[in-house]
């Protein structure tokens, strides 16, 4: 296959001839990825919020949300809910994430709406009883070393003040020394206040900090995505390109030619023409040969043969015939005899020989069948004959085959005249009392 495999008519060709094999793998595509969407379809999600007041950082905020998803919160969580669930089996189906606004984002996954709004809310429930748990098992310790820090602290500026007002007493001649010296005291009296006054604010703040649930989880309304829809389409989409690039592989990777000009320069003669051969009564009488899939799917004819015209009955289909043989010949006539050379396990081309033989029954050259076997291709002396006439179905033999056969014919002795392409079309129903030519002419004639 050349580079014209990427082309988009290469892909329509697929299409339109393969039209059945893909919307069977998109099928079975539909079906993967519905049973997939069972195993990883996140179902139903719904978020609960929970405000954080005060002013903490984002690394607080961190872990507060790593707290929301401890083992202990959702150990609580399954025991308060008992869907028979343990703790680390809701692991997967809750995440906290921080948001704007110190919010910690609980969002929960089950596989129905109701079921998504308890876990949700049992979950915010569960961690703000945890975090005030932790919060007060710390409290009464910590506020009572606060609280004797503070009280030492403001007996400290109390005292301090006291010694700001008996310097500014002392200081009784008005100088310019001693008014800098009264303005640097007030300024420090008044950056103590203002100090305390902050500490004050600051411990008010935290003591009244705390978390506080924004209400209660929404019920949600439709799944989550991915959901089923989206894997079962996703999956048809994908088992359908698989088979266009699958079809695409194959025709790169198989080197059998099916162009007729590059089937005539490998057997080393022009190219006479291409004829048709109908499909044989016995094809469709043979469902050995082809599973009844293949019939089904329309995969026993392949799909990159070149666009050929059936002929309309058998008379149209003898005069093609008629015109290759016609042009077998020179400058100085036709031929006397010509060896008409065929591949033994080549069905189709055996057909078209048998219809050359019937055509040219009654008019020159003389045509001798010769049947050789295309791994040890030997061609027979034959002094009379002009040469040899190749005859090969469309995408049965490889370039390096055919100059094998046009090898055997020269060591033989013999030119290669030309070479006919033979491609299968659909069968014509023939008139009565027309038999359609079979082996039986390739059998006697050689």
């Not at 296959?1 to 290469?10: A, E, K, P, Q, W």
Request: aromatic fraction near 4%; charge should be negative; avoid cysteine.
């Amino acid at each position: 296959m050349n580079d014209d495999t990427v082309r988009l008519s290469v892909v329509g060709r697929i299409l339109r001839r393969r039209w059945r094999v893909l919307a069977a793998l998109a099928a079975l595509g539909a079906l993967v990825g519905a049973g997939a969407s069972l195993l990883f379809s996140p179902g139903y999600q719904t978020v609960s919020n929970v405000l954080l007041q005060g002013a903490p950082d984002s690394s607080e905020l961190m872990t507060e949300a790593q707290v929301a998803t401890s083992s202990v919160v959702l150990d609580r969580t399954a025991q308060a809910l008992a869907w028979g669930v343990p703790g680390p089996g809701l692991r997967d189906s809750v995440t906290a994430d921080v948001a704007e606004g110190n919010i910690v984002a609980i969002t929960a996954e089950a596989e129905t709406p109701e079921k998504a709004r308890q876990l949700a809310d049992q979950i915010a429930k569960e961690y703000v009883s945890y975090s005030a748990q932790l919060i007060g098992g710390t409290a009464d310790a910590a506020s009572q070393i606060r609280q004797e820090q503070e009280d030492a602290l403001r007996r400290q500026v109390q005292e301090t003040n006291d010694r700001i007002t008996d310097l500014a007493a002392d200081v009784r001649t008005v100088t310019v020394e001693s008014v800098q010296v009264r303005t640097q005291l007030e300024t420090l009296r008044t950056s103590l206040t203002e100090a305390m006054a902050k500490l004050d604010e600051l411990d008010g703040t935290g003591r009244q900090a705390q978390m506080v649930v924004m209400g209660p989880a929404e019920r949600p309304a439709a799944p989550a995505a991915p959901t089923m829809t989206h894997f079962i389409g996703g999956g048809a989409i994908v088992f359908f390109l698989l088979g266009v690039l699958g079809h695409l592989v194959g025709a790169r990777v198989d080197r059998r030619l099916r162009d007729e000009t590059e089937i005539a320069a490998a057997a080393g003669g022009p190219l006479l023409g291409s004829v048709d051969v109908r499909a044989a009564p016995e094809d469709a009488a043979a469902p050995a040969s082809r599973r009844w899939w293949s019939k089904l799917l329309k995969t026993d004819v392949p799909w990159n043969l070149s666009d050929l015209n059936a002929s309309a009955d058998a008379a149209s289909r003898e005069i093609r015939y008629r015109r290759v043989l016609s042009r077998l010949g020179d400058g100085s006539g036709v031929f006397a005899r010509v060896l008409v050379l065929v591949a033994d396990d080549d069905p189709v081309a055996k057909r078209a020989v048998a219809q050359l033989v019937s055509a040219g029954r009654d008019s020159r050259p003389e045509l001798r069948v010769v049947m050789v076997d295309p791994e040890r291709p030997t061609v027979p002396d034959d002094n009379d004959s002009a040469g040899v006439l190749l005859v090969v179905a469309s995408g049965s033999r490889t370039g390096w085959e055919l100059v094998a056969l046009s090898g055997a014919a020269a060591d033989a002795g013999q030119r290669v005249l030309g070479a006919v392409v033979a491609q299968r079309t659909a069968a014509v129903p023939a008139p009565d009392g027309d038999e359609p030519v079979g082996d039986q002419v390739v059998a006697g004639s050689a």
